[in-house]
């Protein structure tokens, strides 16, 4: 649960970090619309007053906790792609990161927070747009990843690094929604096994002499 809080600023009259961390916390399980002001208040600990003095509306503090659940899943899962590792091992390990970290049902709701979002409906735009934003930045980390490993040689040049990309991100939503139907990790790391076969090679082209 730790690494799930983050510090953040100067503290205030309550502990803004706790707070916003518990927000994250309620949205994720229930999501925006069905999370109510009484639900964020009671996890808080705060009047409806000092909630809207710390955090502005409801969409603010859905904005913010977003923010924040998208800074630690930086940290935790999409790191690897920034790291030392070859682009196709990268890929695997954040797959794998992926459903170790949110089939942890003791840490935090399961599921992912992003991924989750995209089936609520009728949200309010900056909401909407937050969550777009959040998945359209997933994709442009592991497109740079893969046409980088283009320009490296570890994948043939035919490769299509747009597409790819798109595909693994499809994956990674997938291991979301599978976590929230129930899916134990042993299955997950099935599923990221044949996604992996999928990774174009360069067996096809000649080897230098």
């Excluded at 309550?14 to 996890?43: C, I, Q, Y």
């Excluded at 940290?75 to 196709?88: N, V």
């Excluded at 991100?169 to 999928?198: F, H, N, P, T, W």
Aim: net charge positive.
């Amino acid at each position: 649960m730790k690494r799930w809080i983050m510090v953040r600023g100067r503290p205030r009259e309550f502990d803004r970090d706790k707070a916003l961390s518990a927000a994250m916390l309620v949205f994720w399980r229930k999501g925006f619309n069905a999370t109510s002001l009484r639900d964020l208040s009671e996890a808080l600990g705060i009047g409806m007053p000092s909630l809207y003095g710390a955090f502005g509306s409801k969409e603010d503090l859905y904005v913010e906790s977003l923010g924040l659940y998208m800074q630690i899943t930086e940290s935790l899962l999409w790191g690897h792609l920034k790291g030392s590792l070859p682009a196709r091992d990268a890929i695997q390990a954040v797959l794998l990161a992926t459903a170790k970290e949110l089939t942890n049902r003791k840490a935090h709701p399961i599921g992912c927070m992003v991924t989750s979002a995209a089936i609520d409906e009728d949200m309010p735009e900056a909401v909407a747009v937050a969550i777009r934003n959040a998945r359209r930045d997933w994709l442009e980390m592991i497109r740079k990843r893969l046409e980088m490993a283009v320009i490296d040689r570890e994948l043939p040049d035919s490769a299509e690094p747009e597409s790819l990309s798109r595909f693994y991100l499809a994956i990674v939503q997938g291991i979301g929604i599978q976590c929230r139907d129930g899916a134990s990790y042993e299955k997950l790391e099935k599923m990221v096994q044949i996604a992996m076969a999928a990774w174009p090679t360069r067996s096809h082209l000649t080897k230098p002499s």
